[in-house]
């Protein structure tokens, strides 16, 4: 066996700020992850069938723009809908917290703030990768 | 879900998670392969290999889509490296073909190096037998042109095309990488920088001093893939190429070739991995290094007895 962890960092909707992207993509690497970056100004079919393709076991999701509460269930949703059912989704940017309850019952496993150490978010994913 | 039957009936997920399977080496993985085998064969297989930094993933974006215009459809497996530091990866070459994402005729695997066990070149030799009992028509194997493994995985393709950019260096460079010697076609990318026509001189030096080259003279292309500049004319050579093989009778040979040195891979991989667990992991060689490092005993008489140990 040689499994690795591994995990779609992508950037859904208008919003081209990515240093916050790159940094988790970075910081998931060095923790052993195998990290597929996609980039920029995606939309949400083209992030589940990239992870599909990829078989990935993680999707980390960021958003700056203030459309998460749109884009992020949509993800999940297309997800589900392509029989990718094991998979964690994450989230991360500018979320106010009051958000967060409907984006977790909407199916994104945990939302990450500004503030949020890197660490936190490998500790969170070694923990609950399926 | 039944993986196999899921790969024939073109059920991208089964696809997916039997990639997966190889790569992981999970238990079933021998079994789909199996499975797979009598329905391998019929797809084309290109190697795209360069240096870093040539432009091989946009490239191999455009090629895509002109190959798609010509109603064929696509497969890609695109490899980058696994850090030796931490094991993780940074998978990039997906951000170039974002594009090709909507299209139901085209499927992208990104695949990390890993391990230095040499299991590479069968793990990306499975994934491209996956997509073609799939019925992918095209499958791309893409991957930097540095150390041996990358380069024997695209060795073994039908078609082998080498990217290079102007203003990476002198002709001795080209020689020196050793890259230069593999290719079918050759693609001058960035082909609107500085440079371009002395780069064109070089390549054609070279061939030129090649015996190899009587019946096939690879082609020279240049192209601009960030700006869709050339690209028709690499695929018209890629498949110019194709016929070459296909009516001399060369294809037949080099997919042989490809065989022999897939299984060759294969029985070296499972011996090397049966010395791991049987010589190395044992007290008995921890023993014979601490004698060895004594000069107690010598390198020599110390690999002849195992090596009769393990063959006996």
Redesign the interface.
Known sequence: ????IRVLVAKPGLDGHDRGAKVV??A????????????IR??P??IA??A????VNVVALSLLSGAHNTLFPKVVELLKA???TDVLTIGGGVIPDSDIPGLKAAGVSEVFTPGTPTSAIVEYINANVK | MNIVEGVLNHSRLALSKAITAVENEYDEAVSIMTQIYPHTGNAYVIGITGPPGAGKSTLTDKLAKEYRKRGKTIGIVAIDPTSPYSGGAILGDRIRMMDLIADEGIFVRSMATRGSLGGLSQKSGDAVKLMDAYGIDVIIVETVGVGQSEVDIVKTADTTMVVVVPGLGDDIQAIKAGILEIGDLFTINKADREGVDKLNIEIEMMLELNQENVEWRPPINRTVASKDEGIQEVVDSIEEHKKFLFQTGKIEKIRANRIKSEVTAMVNDRLSRYVDKKVVATEDFANTILKLQNREIDPYSVVDKIVDSVLK
């Open positions: 066996m040689d499994k690795r993509a970075r998931l690497r060095d923790a052993g992850f195998e990290v597929i970056y996609t980039g995606l939309t079919e083209q069938e990239s599909l393709q990829d078989d392509k029989g990718m």
